[in-house]
């Protein structure tokens, strides 16, 4: 008699395969049928590209930045300044503490392959020169109409960022370093980091027009300079034509092919009174650290981003494409999930996972965040990824500019060396 | 994850999504329908409504586990519904089966299948509905036996009690069947 498990496998294995014009036939009667569908939601709701890029924890504010308004740091080739732009500027920069209202819409499949969360975004900003920022955000998954609200927090003086999941009731805490904490309170929806990249690039002027009731003047960019993710976006900012301060900015940045983000800042409230306490988080006492809480953020440095290059090494046997933050995880998260996934016991819970795959992740992060600091600071960083593997030795992998004369390489064997203009030129030969 | 995203495509209205859920799962759920079922053309018509209700469902589909167990409950489910389960949970003889495998239903219906499967398919067309339900349903569709207790509506110990007698009498039958 046959063991069982000859039995399981017989069972297990019998294949049923229909013939090609058979499915092809069934198939088009349901292709049909979707289209005959009218309950087809629209195409608003997008997967949350915050929580698909964020939701390991760490990168959140960084990554965030990069993608809405941090985007807009890259700066090129300085344009003619405006006098009237240049003067919105010096008043926002008399401005101590301001509030004002978000609404992001994603829409496309902006990473496609990792998840399936689709979240249109709203919220409120408060950020104070002096004690830090607060977001009070709500996010509507379109799958299950759930809504969730979640307050981040980064504390100046206590270099921390705090993240509260009210529905899920955790807390994740990080500490920040200088560079981070600084970088993160200079691109966090700051509409002065916006007029000064605005200044930078080509833009034009709208004229007047009205925001209810308002009397506004308009300024629009699509100088690809404006984004340092996109060469596809669009910004347009609306001040007050008596106080000169900003009234509304609308932003549309394509991301992909398909995916798109559109993000609207409006409600500007000017030296709004605060305290200390309101960028201090009430913790309520039932809530629980969420899996991360208490984990370093990634680090920026040289370092970490060759760490981040050789994990992709050691598991494809290639670099990624691209490094930017956006690309990279949508390169490689689902990879690194999948081999975190098969090599961790059957019994793993939820939390154990996650807590892992937010470790394992690390290394991407950091040389996302790695290049994005290059960008920011103008380094002029150039990724051959596409081109370059690990057997390419005396290649060049990943260069930038560390002064007029002299740049940094990391090769394709991911050893580090400054070099000269001129044996930069002879590398890349 | 990916089928999260193909569901959440397809809320959308998206062909692709929904060719690449029915080039992934057609197959499967075919021969899961067909061995319940004890009859192919049952199978493919259970799957096509099966798929049908999925696609009219788009904009408001939820799945909150995972969607070939989803799909598979859901085609276990509609064969109950249409009383497959009432013919097949009658034993019959090996000589009253036609092969699954069999080109008689024309070319239209053409289904492959080896020898040793097609043997396979007519021992389990001789279990009890049950015992054959939980046999497909764990080895074929991947089903946690609590959720197959779920679906019988019995204990999990029940379940597996007839996991194993299904499995006992597949190995009697294939042996009868040698010798």
Redesign the interface.
């Known amino acids: ?2 063991p ?1 498990e000859e ?2 496998r ?10 090609p ?3 092809g036939d ?2 088009n ?3 049909g ?3 005959r ?1 009218k ?3 629209s ?1 608003d ?1 997008a ?1 949350n590209i915050w929580r698909i890029i964020m939701k390991n924890g760490t990168t959140k504010l960084a990554a965030a930045a990069a993608i809405l308004v941090g985007a807009l740091l890259a700066v090129y080739n300085l344009g003619p300044a405006s006098v009237a732009l240049a003067e919105v500027l010096a008043k926002v920069e008399e401005v101590k503490t301001y509030m004002y209202k978000v609404d992001v819409k994603v829409s496309g ?1 902006v990473m ?7 979240q249109d975004m709203t919220g409120t900003v408060t950020t104070s020169k002096d004690f830090g920022i607060k977001q009070n955000m709500e996010l509507i998954d ?3 109409g759930a809504t969730t609200t979640q307050e981040i927090y980064i504390i100046s003086d206590e270099k921390l960022f705090v993240e509260l999941k009210h529905e899920q009731k955790r807390f994740t805490r990080s500490v920040l370093n200088d560079d981070l904490l600084a970088r993160m309170k200079q691109q966090h929806n700051d509409p002065r980091e916006l007029i000064r990249q605005m200044l930078e690039v080509k833009y034009t002027a709208l004229g007047r027009s009205e925001i209810d009731g308002v009397q506004v003047d308009g300024f629009e960019t699509t100088d690809p300079g404006i984004s340092s993710t996109t060469a596809d976006a669009k910004v347009t900012l609306w001040v007050d034509a008596k106080t000169w301060l900003p009234v509304l900015v609308e932003m549309d940045m394509r991301i992909n092919e398909q995916g798109r983000i559109r993000s609207t800042y409006h409600d500007y409230q000017w030296d709004v009174p605060v305290q200390k306490s309101d960028f201090v988080p009430v913790i309520p006492d039932d809530y629980e650290a969420a899996p991360g809480d208490g984990m370093a953020w990634p680090e920026m440095t040289e370092a970490a981003a060759i760490a981040g290059l050789r994990l992709v090494a050691d598991l494809l046997g290639r670099y990624p494409k691209q490094v930017s933050m956006v690309e990279l995880m949508q390169e490689l998260s ?1 990879i690194v ?1 999948k081999h975190i996934k098969r090599d961790l016991p059957g019994d793993v819970t939820d939390t154990e996972l996650e807590t892992t795959m937010i470790e394992a992740i690390q290394p991407l992060q950091s040389l996302g965040l790695f290049y994005m600091k290059l960008v920011e600071d103008q380094q002029e960083p150039v990724y051959y990824g596409e081109t370059v593997g690990p057997d390419d030795a005396e290649t060049v992998l990943l260069r930038w500019e560390i002064s007029d004369t002299e740049h940094r390489v990391i090769l394709g064997d991911l050893s580090a060396r400054t070099v000269s203009a001129e044996q930069l030129g002879e590398l890349e030969n | ?5 193909l ?7 998206d ?1 692709d999504a ?2 690449r859920i ?1 080039d992934k799962y ?2 499967d759920l ?2 899961i329908a ?2 319940l079922a004890n009859d ?1 053309s049952v ?2 018509d259970v799957v ?1 409504e099966v ?2 209700t999925l ?6 589909c ?1 799945i909150r586990r995972n969607l070939k167990g989803y799909l598979t409950t859901c085609v276990a489910n509609r064969i109950r519904d249409l009383g497959s389960k009432k013919s097949a949970q009658n034993p019959v003889s090996l000589d009253d089966i036609e092969p ?2 069999s080109d008689a239903k024309g ?8 020898e ?2 097609e043997s ?2 007519r021992a ?1 067309a001789l279990l009890p509905y049950e015992q054959k339900e939980a ?2 349903l764990h ?2 569709g991947s089903i946690k036996f609590r959720e197959i207790a779920e679906l019988q509506g019995t204990s999990i110990k029940t379940t597996l009690s007839r996991y194993c007698y299904g ?2 009498k ?3 039958i ?2 009868s069947e040698v010798e």
């Open positions: 008699m046959r069982a039995i399981e017989l069972v297990t294995d019998a294949q049923v395969t229909m013939h014009d058979v499915k069934a198939l009667e349901l292709i049928e979707l289209g569908s309950t087809i939601r195409a709701a997967p499949p496609t392959e990792i998840s399936p969360w689709g379109p799958n299950t689902p999930f | 994850m990916e089928d999260k995203l569901i959440w495509n397809l809320n959308r209205g062909t929904l060719c029915y057609r197959d075919v021969r067909a061995g192919v199978a493919e096509q798929f049908l696609v009219r469902s788009a904009g408001r939820k699954v495998a070319p239209d219906q053409c289904v492959a299948c080896d040793e499967f396979i398919y389990m046999v497909i080895l074929q499995l006992d597949l190995r009697s294939l042996k």
